[in-house]
């Protein structure tokens, strides 16, 4: 079942999906111009509404995170800012040159400062991982990272420099991770505007 409602004087679609055997409702914003909501069977329209009315500051706050962050076929972003691409140039090669560029130096900046230590450093475009450590301690970063803030790709580094010594996302890994990246959580939620 899909609706309208109207957030920051925008039309927005609301999908509403209503499934048997669901105990939560989840949001989530897709786009800019749709919000898909899940829930139980019993889950009505007006409490669609009124979900909505109570995350309203959330809704407008992020969809114009999401307006901002949305880019035509002729723009790129790069270390969160959007670029036009007048050359035309080849955004996955130009991507992987500045990661290579940027990211070796932070690790070796976070590496001293945690004293975790990789073996190796390798680069490459992933649909679903924005970094990697495996058990040789290798660490695997997304090109992709590129398009990000520093901040955030400095998360991501700590991120996988703490499973050197933490290979789980366990108690220790985290407060390892908040050791050294303190507002990590909203790093995290930081990253899903950009998505």
């Given at each position: 079942m899909n609706f309208l409602t109207n957030i920051n004087n925008k039309e927005v679609t609301v999908e509403l999906n209503k499934k048997r055997g669901m105990k939560h409702t989840y949001m989530r914003l897709v786009?800019?111009?749709?919000?898909?909501i899940n829930s139980n069977i019993y889950f009505t329209e007006n409490d669609a509404r009124n979900l909505i009315e109570k995350k309203k500051k959330w809704l407008e706050k992020?969809?114009?995170q999401l307006e901002k962050n949305t880019l035509n076929n002729d723009e790129f972003l790069f270390l969160g800012?959007?670029?036009?691409?007048?050359?035309n140039r080849n955004l996955d090669r130009f991507?992987?040159?500045?990661?290579q560029k940027m990211i070796p130096k932070l690790?070796?900046?976070?590496?001293?400062?945690?004293?975790?230590?990789?073996?190796?450093?390798?680069?490459r475009k992933n649909k679903r991982t924005w970094g990697s450590c495996n058990y040789k301690n290798e660490l695997n970063f997304?090109?992709?990272?590129?398009?990000?803030?520093?901040?955030?790709?400095?998360?991501?580094?700590?991120?996988?420099?703490?499973?050197?010594?933490?290979?789980?996302?366990?108690?220790?890994?985290?407060?390892?991770?908040?050791?050294?990246?303190?507002?990590?959580?909203?790093?995290?939620?930081?990253?899903?505007s950009f998505l």
């Open positions: 786009s800019s111009s749709m919000i898909r992020n969809l114009l800012i959007k670029h036009k691409n007048f050359d991507y992987k040159l500045e990661a690790v070796n900046e976070y590496s001293e400062l945690m004293q975790l230590f990789p073996t190796a450093i390798k680069f997304n090109t992709l990272l590129m398009k990000f803030p520093i901040p955030l790709i400095e998360y991501v580094v700590v991120h996988e420099l703490a499973h050197i010594k933490h290979k789980n996302h366990s108690k220790r890994f985290w407060n390892c991770v908040e050791e050294y990246c303190p507002d990590y959580k909203e790093k995290i939620k930081e990253f899903k």
